[in-house]
């Protein structure tokens, strides 16, 4: 079965060797490691994303039917999170530029990735 345990480890590591390359690529382009919030956004996306499985997982037997649904609940509230605690630190120089958005869209794609992956093996799992 899918569970939440192996999901969160998968996502952490496909997070920790992402994080290492995103980092990477910032040293070697010459570019500030850890501005832009970057730590913060890795761990959020994280918490959020197993948060996210978790909740799904767990109402998958009685709310099958509207599962999608609960996942698009999930997806915005990961924007509500980015506006919270990112958009106005890196709106405050009158716009965001692309490490600002990387540092948050990158860990926010992996997530979203692995959780409608593993949506998916949900939806298609006989209970």
């Known amino acids: 079965m899918n569970s939440p345990l192996g999901f969160g480890l998968k996502l952490f590591v496909s997070l920790a ?3 290492c390359a995103h980092i ?3 040293y070697y382009l010459n570019f500030p490691l850890y501005e832009n ?3 913060l956004s890795y761990v959020l996306n994280f918490i959020l994303g197993i948060t996210i499985y ?3 997982y767990k109402l998958r037997i009685k709310y099958l039917d509207i599962l ?3 996942y698009m609940g ?3 509230l990961k924007f509500a999170v980015f506006f919270i605690f990112f958009n106005s630190t ?3 120089d009158g716009n965001v530029n692309s490490l600002e958005a990387a540092s948050f869209l990158i860990p926010y ?3 979203l990735f692995f959780e409608t992956f593993y949506l998916i093996k949900l939806l298609n799992t006989k209970v």
């Open 90 to 92: 890196y709106k405050d």
């Open 109 to 111: 794609c992996i997530c």
């Open 17 to 19: 060797i992402v994080f």
């Open 24 to 26: 990477s690529i910032l």
């Open 37 to 39: 919030k970057i730590i």
């Open 68 to 70: 999608g649904f609960i």
């Open 54 to 56: 978790i909740l799904l």
């Open 74 to 76: 999930g997806s915005l």
